[in-house]
Structure formats: C-alpha cells, structure tokens
C-alpha cells in the first residue's frame, strides 16, 4: 500500500563502511530524488533520475552513488562512510519532469547515524 | 536559483486559535509552484497545499490556506482552529516549471507548537 517506501528506516554504522539505501515507489511517477536532511532540519535535494537517467546532480561528494534500475527504483549507496554523513535521507517521488500539482510524495525517511 | 525564506523559527499557537506562518521566495521565474510540508516528530513529510503562480485564488484545504500574494513574492501558510496534533515542522518550498532540472527548493522551516 505504501506509495514510496524506503529501506531500512534506521542504519546505524562505523565510520570507513560501505552502506546502501534503497527505495521504491508504486505510483507509477517518472522522476524520483534523494533529499538530505541535515541536524538542523535543512533539506537539501542530492540527485535526480527521470526515467532511470540522471538529471540532477548536486554538489555531493563522490562517495554518494545513486543506482536507478527501473523508473519504480531508486537506490543510494555511500562509500567511505563519515561522521558527516550522519542525516536523515528522504527519497522522493514525482509525475512528469514539471508536475503542476502536489509536489513531490516523500518515502518515510532513513536515519543514518555514523559513529 | 531560488531561494525561500522562513522567518520563525518557531512558533506557538494555543488550541483552537489561528496561526499564520510565513514564507518569502526570490526567483526570477515566471512560472513555478509554491507548497507547504509538514513534519511531525515522527518524521515524514506530508504534503498539505499547493499554489502554482498562475492561480488567481489563493489555495484552501480543509484548515489550511495559502495566502498568496504574488508581487510581494510571499506564500504565507494559515491553519485555522489548531488542533494540538497541528504541532509540527512546516516547510515552505518553491518549483519552477522551467524544464527537465526543475528542483523543489525548501525553506528552513518553522517549528510550530499547538498549546492548550
């Protein structure tokens, strides 16, 4: 029933590892997003997928790799990870490049806390 | 690029009393969307309204409201009769509708707390 779903929703690991996040969403959108939240509550978008093809690219560091298999999918896997890694992910969800109505359906959000 | 601005930090309402939360928005955009999220403590973020530029009425769902005014580039948020589950985080965002790289911009957001 739920219409984007993240995975897991807490991810707790040492500094240097390797994780993944994965998301998927059944409403059949075009574009789908990865959005950090920061301490401070910030959202900021990281990257973008239309139809599996990247189309936004923020300003992220490298270790950040997103992974579309399909236009239902989007995955974030993160090398090396650091402290400052440490946020809240939100993926997200959209119809059409320029949707004109009900902005973007959010996943629940994965905490990832790095120690 | 766009930039929104929330300027209250935080904010408290008591039960059953109206509340307005503001946000302003520089783009040089001619077509683009403005919403308003909400983040409860559990975490997700739940779409509440949508006004897109072009609309001459501003938005209304249920208890909430965007008051648009346009040539002053603001979008306030205006829940009415809070309700104690209204206590939130609030956020204000902005989408151009300028083609295949358009983003949703958020404000830094509003902590609102529903008193009784």
């Known amino acids: 029933d739920t219409a984007v779903s993240q995975t897991p929703k807490y991810l707790v690991t040492q500094m240097g590892n390797d994780k993944s996040i994965k998301c998927e969403q059944n409403l059949g959108h075009d574009t789908m997003y990865w959005y950090k939240q920061d301490s401070k509550k910030f959202l900021k978008i990281m990257f973008s997928y239309n139809n599996k093809e990247l189309i936004i690219n923020e300003t992220v560091p490298n270790r950040f790799s997103p992974k579309s298999p399909d236009k239902a999918h989007l995955n974030l896997h993160i090398n090396s990870l650091e402290l400052g890694d440490s946020a809240v992910y939100f993926c997200?969800?959209?119809?059409?490049?320029?949707?004109?109505?009900?902005?973007?359906?959010f996943g629940s959000g994965t905490r990832l806390t790095v120690v | 690029a766009q930039k929104i601005t929330q300027t209250q930090p935080g904010m408290f309402v008591q039960e059953k009393e109206a509340v307005t939360l503001d946000c302003t928005y520089d783009?040089?955009?001619?077509?683009?969307?403005l919403f308003w999220y909400k983040q409860p403590s559990s975490g997700e973020m739940i779409f509440l309204i949508y006004q897109g530029s072009y609309d001459e009425q501003n938005a209304t769902e249920g208890r909430y409201s965007l008051n648009f005014q346009k040539a002053r580039k603001s979008a306030n948020l205006v829940i009415s009769a809070s309700q104690l589950g209204d206590s939130a985080m609030y956020f204000c965002a902005m989408r151009p509708y300028t083609g295949t790289a358009s983003k949703l911009t958020f404000g830094t957001g509003t902590r609102l707390q529903v008193t009784l």
């Open positions: 997200a969800s959209s119809q059409g490049l320029v949707s004109t109505n009900y902005g973007y359906t």
């Open positions: 783009t040089s955009d001619q077509s683009y969307g």
